[in-house]
Structures are given as structure tokens and as C-alpha cells.
Nanobody, 124 residues
């Protein structure tokens, strides 16, 4: 399955942004999905994950209460709604897919498919 992330852009403190991750060449409903981000000079960081059916989600502490992961399997798309953005949210954001497991996966090396990344820079 191929993943295409989009929706990144210039933002200011307190702004909102919604990222999308569209799948092709496969059925998104077959996979649990995750969002990760990587800031310059830092390791890739888990942000959020959602079950195949969307019934359960998990978030990193750094984004809890501000970001929301959701999915529309009918549109083969996963979303990341980002509210109350902070300068430290500036990073390259990636979506990823993994075959379903009993628990949501938060480690990047266990994900099987990756999008190309979309940039969410921060403008003061």
C-alpha cells in the first residue's frame, strides 16, 4: 500500500492544522495507522495511532488533548487534527500503516508502510 501525506503548512502559535494521509494500492481498513514526526536533529517520534476500525486511539503525552487522529475507511484516508499548535510541534510529519496487533504500536520500526512526510513548520 502506498501512503501520501498532505496538509502541512505555515502556522502560528495557537493555530490549527489538519493533516491527511491517503492510501492507494491497498485497503486502508486492513491496517492500524499511526502518525509520527521528526524534528531536525531528533529521532522519529510517535504522535498517535488508531485501530483498524477506529474504535481505539492512543496519543503521545506531548500532544494529548491537542491532537486527534481519525480515519475514514470509505475514503481510504487517515487524518491528524492538530489544535493549539506550539513551536515545538514543528517537524516533518509521517503517516504509517501496520498490520493489526492486539495493542496499538508506538514504535516506528514496527510499521510496515510509510508516507513521504509532510512539513508542519512554525512561523512566529
Amino acid at each position: 500500500v502506498q501512503l501520501q501525506a498532505s496538509g502541512g503548512g505555515l502556522v502560528q502559535a495557537g493555530a490549527s492544522l489538519r493533516l491527511s494521509c491517503a492510501a492507494s494500492g491497498g485497503t486502508l481498513s486492513s491496517y492500524a495507522m499511526g502518525w509520527f514526526r521528526q524534528a531536525p536533529g531528533k529521532e522519529r517520534e510517535f504522535i498517535a495511532a488508531i485501530r483498524r476500525t477506529g474504535g481505539r486511539t492512543q496519543y503521545a503525552d506531548s500532544v494529548w488533548g491537542r491532537f486527534t487522529i481519525s480515519r475514514d475507511n470509505g475514503k481510504n484516508t487517515v487524518y491528524l487534527q492538530m489544535n493549539s499548535l506550539k513551536p515545538e510541534d514543528t517537524a516533518l510529519y509521517y503517516c504509517a500503516a501496520v498490520s493489526p496487533r492486539p495493542v496499538l504500536i508506538t514504535t516506528p520500526d514496527r510499521y510496515e508502510y510509510w508516507g513521504q512526510g509532510t512539513l508542519s513548520p512554525f512561523s512566529s
